[in-house]
């Protein structure tokens, strides 16, 4: 039986999302029409900490959706079918526009470079290189919970050790700076 919806929840989800509008606003705006006062620009670039919200608000409303399914093969079906129809059906389709203009248009994005890996662009799988949409680096990190969270159906022991195992990886790797790049940045960051 699905649980209730909570409300308030949307209301945060709607501030988040403005935040990381103006995020965005500031840096295109800056980037194609001209620079935002210096003042207003630090107050609008804090939007990215919206993101970080978003994924905390997943993991929250993941497990209060979850808390109750049994750890069995219908289950872990139903419930990697309900995230994955949530992400790729919009996607998707973005995303090949995205590789196939870049393809035709080398030169059509801002962006001085604009290489990417096919990998990371079909599958939101961690990558050397970023998806196409540059902004779903999100939702390859999205996708990992995802898969971490599976562990939760085979054992929430299990879960609750992947979960301080790979948080002692970020921070020993932050402490001694091991290089986190290509698709480590995804796991380390």
């Known amino acids: 039986m699905a649980r209730p919806q909570i409300q308030s929840l949307q ?20 980037a194609f029409v001209g620079k935002v006062p210096e003042v207003l620009a630090q107050i609008l670039l804090m939007g990215y900490l919206g993101v970080d919200f978003f ?7 993941i497990m209060y959706a979850h808390f109750a399914d049994e750890g069995t093969g219908p289950a872990v079906r139903r419930y990697a079918f309900k995230r994955l129809v949530r992400i790729f059906p919009a996607y998707l389709p973005i995303s090949l526009a995205l590789i196939f203009l870049y393809a035709a ?3 059509f994005s801002g962006a001085t470079d604009r290489d990417y890996s096919l990998l990371s662009s079909l599958l939101l799988l961690p990558a050397d290189g970023p998806p196409a949409l540059s902004v779903a680096w999100t939702l390859v990190h999205e996708l990992m919970f ?3 969270f599976l562990l939760f159906f085979i054992s929430r022991r299990w879960l609750a050790a992947g979960l301080l195992t790979w948080a002692a990886l970020i921070f020993f790797s932050q402490q001694a700076q091991w290089p986190t790049d290509g698709w480590l940045r995804y796991p380390l960051r």
């Open 105 to 107: 248009l080398p030169g």
């Open 146 to 148: 995802y898969f971490v």
């Open 55 to 61: 994924f905390v608000l997943s993991g929250f409303i």
């Open 11 to 30: 209301v945060f989800r709607g501030l988040a999302a403005l935040a990381v509008v103006a995020h965005h606003a500031v840096l295109s705006t800056d």
